[in-house]
């Protein structure tokens, strides 16, 4: 498999809720970026967890590495309509020139 | 920060054709970064650039594909010879040592090879 792979491929919950998504990677990083793209739109860069980071919070986004697991979780809290989005991990392998991407949450807020 | 503007949003071409596609420069900005998403699948790393010069680039950016800076200008992508399979969003992304190491995507140019 590849290097970030997301889980679950798709996700729907209700307005409020709260939305978890995973993220898993095989090899060392130096950090690891939440990315959000609206359907056939950019990526919009959410959050940045350093690889020495255990938790990062952005508004209504929690992040959390685990280093040892090769994981981060993104969790979405109280959850709206217009947070209807692919949600993407990329992670920087040993240098910084790329990142790799995993496949992506489709996630699906029903208001 | 600002983003990342691309132009062309959308281009149809013939097979076979070539096609630039281009980032509005922003001169504080010293990595340039091309990607590409072909419909329903997951972005892939094509090519970084930095100080004028490819950094790395991926086993999809072959002899096809070329980017350049001329003159501090535009930074472009170009696809030579275009197939069907070349049908894809393309994303401009650029860092800055301002930035980390987070990296800012465009919109990105549909680009539809027919």
């Known amino acids: 498999s590849q290097q970030g792979e997301e889980d679950p491929q798709a996700l729907s919950i209700q307005e409020g809720e709260n939305a978890t998504m995973n993220c898993s990677y095989k090899?060392?990083?130096?950090?690891l970026q939440w990315y959000r793209q609206n359907s056939g739109r950019g990526l919009v860069h959410l959050i940045l967890?350093?690889?020495?980071?255990r938790e990062k919070h952005s508004g209504r986004l929690r992040v959390t590495l685990d280093t040892s697991k090769k994981s981060s979780s993104l969790l979405i809290t109280a959850s709206r309509a217009a947070d209807t989005a692919s949600y993407f991990c990329?992670?920087?392998?040993?240098?910084?020139?790329?990142?790799?991407f995993g496949t992506g949450t489709r996630l699906q807020v029903f208001p | 920060e600002p983003e990342v503007t691309q132009t062309p949003s959308h281009q149809v071409t013939q097979m076979g054709q070539e096609v630039i596609l281009r980032c509005v420069p922003i001169?504080?900005?010293?990595?340039f970064y091309w990607y590409r998403q072909i419909l329903g699948q997951k972005v892939e790393f094509l090519v970084s650039?930095?100080?004028?010069?490819?950094?790395?680039k991926s086993e999809i950016f072959d002899d096809q594909f070329s980017v350049e800076r001329p003159d501090g200008s535009n930074f472009t992508l170009k696809i030579r010879s275009t197939k069907l399979e070349d049908s894809a969003m393309y994303f401009c992304?650029?860092?800055?040592?301002?930035?980390?190491?987070?990296?800012?995507f465009g919109e990105g140019s549909w680009l539809t090879v027919v």
């Open positions: 992304a650029r860092a800055s040592p301002l930035s980390g190491n987070t990296i800012y």
């Open positions: 090899t060392s990083i130096n950090n």
């Open positions: 967890i350093r690889s020495n980071e």
């Open positions: 990329a992670t920087d392998a040993s240098r910084a020139d790329k990142l790799i």
């Open positions: 001169s504080n900005h010293l990595y």
């Open positions: 650039f930095y100080n004028n010069e490819i950094s790395e």
